[in-house]
């Protein structure tokens, strides 16, 4: 990786021609990296939640980018069969899918289930990714260089999976269970990766994570002492949304981001900084866990994934 130390956006390659996918794309992370792209020329499809607050940013997008080609679709990622129905309209707009970005994300709220009873972190940071991926995988196998990036977080390193209690039934724990569905994000990245390369398919699977980031992720769903700690305690130490997006800024577009490499911020404890490589936790790239993880996902979503080798 050269130059990661001084990389930011403006060294983004063009980007004109290219359709990409940003989960979450309307604040934080998923909306400076929507700027960024359309900056550079990309048709960003912009996955939300709240359609107006899609549209609010895509607004705010083309202002500074008189010109940006956005496409504004809502997704409850936590909901699966919203995220089917999302899919199918994508798959009728678009014959091809050059980048998706799983950037999408909720943090440490009470004890809630998603419409089909599972915990609603494990849902929309991981299930609703996986599903997703899934069901536009040959879209992504159509382009001569699609990438898969899914952003994990640091948190990643201090988790488990808790495969006898997914759902937080019996123990929930706000943080632990944000804690897992990075670690989810982190474990399936990397499968996803191997499963690609014994395919011979061409698309890359990379990881990212943005440090210490200051978002709305932090303060909107957390409550109690998770929320007066990363909401307000410890928000002078991080860094912007822009900053932030440059890890995976990085694994979606530098021409050496490899499949199966996880970029992340350089500095202390990989908190901030311009994006490096970084080393997953060992749990991340465990074979075991990884195929349990995978199985488990098939079974909870209904998504098998056809993998399509890369045409001579």
């Given at each position: 990786?050269?130059?990661?130390?001084?990389?930011?956006?403006?060294?983004?390659?063009?980007?004109?021609?290219?359709?990409?996918?940003?989960?979450?794309?309307?604040s934080?992370?998923?909306?400076?990296?929507?700027?960024?792209?359309?900056?550079k020329?990309?048709?960003?499809?912009?996955?939300?939640?709240?359609?107006?607050?899609?549209?609010?940013?895509?607004?705010?997008?083309?202002a500074?980018?008189?010109g940006?080609?956005?496409?504004?679709?809502?997704?409850?990622?936590?909901?699966l069969?919203?995220?089917r129905?999302?899919?199918a309209?994508?798959?009728?707009?678009?014959?091809?899918?050059?980048?998706l970005?799983?950037?999408?994300?909720?943090?440490?709220?009470?004890?809630?289930?998603s419409?089909?009873?599972?915990?609603?972190?494990?849902?929309a940071?991981?299930?609703?990714?996986?599903?997703?991926t899934?069901?536009l995988?040959?879209?992504l196998?159509a382009?001569?260089?699609?990438?898969?990036?899914?952003?994990s977080?640091?948190?990643?390193?201090?988790?488990?999976?808790?495969?006898?209690?997914?759902?937080g039934?019996?123990t929930?724990?706000?943080?632990?269970y944000?804690n897992?569905?990075?670690?989810?994000?982190?474990?399936?990245?990397?499968?996803?990766?191997r499963?690609?390369?014994?395919?011979?398919?061409?698309?890359?699977?990379?990881?990212?994570?943005?440090?210490?980031?200051?978002?709305?992720?932090?303060?909107?769903?957390?409550?109690?002492?998770?929320?007066?700690?990363?909401g307000?305690l410890l928000?002078?130490?991080?860094?912007?949304?822009?900053?932030?997006?440059?890890?995976?800024l990085?694994?979606?577009?530098?021409?050496?981001?490899?499949?199966?490499?996880?970029?992340?911020?350089?500095?202390?404890?990989?908190?901030?900084?311009?994006?490096?490589?970084?080393?997953?936790a060992?749990?991340?790239?465990?074979?075991t866990?990884?195929?349990r993880?995978?199985d488990?996902?098939?079974?909870?979503?209904?998504?098998?994934?056809?993998?399509?080798?890369?045409?001579?």
């Open positions: 990786m050269s130059n990661e130390r001084s990389w930011n956006a403006e060294q983004i390659p063009d980007q004109t021609g290219r359709v990409f996918l940003v989960t979450g794309a309307n934080g992370l998923g909306l400076a990296t929507t700027r960024a792209l359309a900056g020329g990309a048709h960003v499809i912009l996955a939300v939640r709240d359609e107006g607050n899609g549209r609010r940013a895509a607004a705010e997008i083309t500074a980018h008189p940006a080609r956005l496409d504004v679709r809502q997704v409850d990622l936590a909901d069969e919203s995220v129905a999302f899919a309209g994508v798959r009728a707009d678009h014959a091809r899918l050059d980048v970005i799983n950037n999408a994300g909720v943090m440490a709220p009470p004890r809630t289930l419409p089909q009873g599972h915990e609603v972190q494990f849902a940071n991981h299930l609703g990714h996986f599903a997703l899934g069901l995988l040959d879209l196998e382009g001569p260089d699609s990438r898969v990036v899914t952003v977080s640091p948190n990643h390193r201090q988790a488990s999976l808790f495969f006898d209690d997914l759902s039934e019996r929930y724990a706000p943080m632990a944000y897992q569905s990075k670690l989810a994000n982190a474990v399936f990245g990397m499968e996803l990766h499963r690609l390369t014994a395919a011979g398919s061409r698309v890359r699977s990379v990881l990212a994570h943005p440090g210490y980031t200051a978002t709305n992720l932090q303060t909107s769903s957390p409550v109690g002492m998770v929320k007066f700690l990363f307000r928000l002078p130490l991080a860094q912007s949304p822009d900053r932030g997006a440059l890890p995976q990085y694994a979606a577009t530098a021409p050496d981001a490899e499949s199966g490499q996880f970029m992340g911020p350089d500095g202390m404890a990989e908190l901030r900084g311009a994006p490096k490589r970084v080393t997953p060992p749990r991340a790239t465990d074979l866990t990884g195929s993880l995978w488990v996902s098939e079974e909870l979503t209904g998504v098998r994934y056809a993998f399509r080798a890369a045409a001579a």
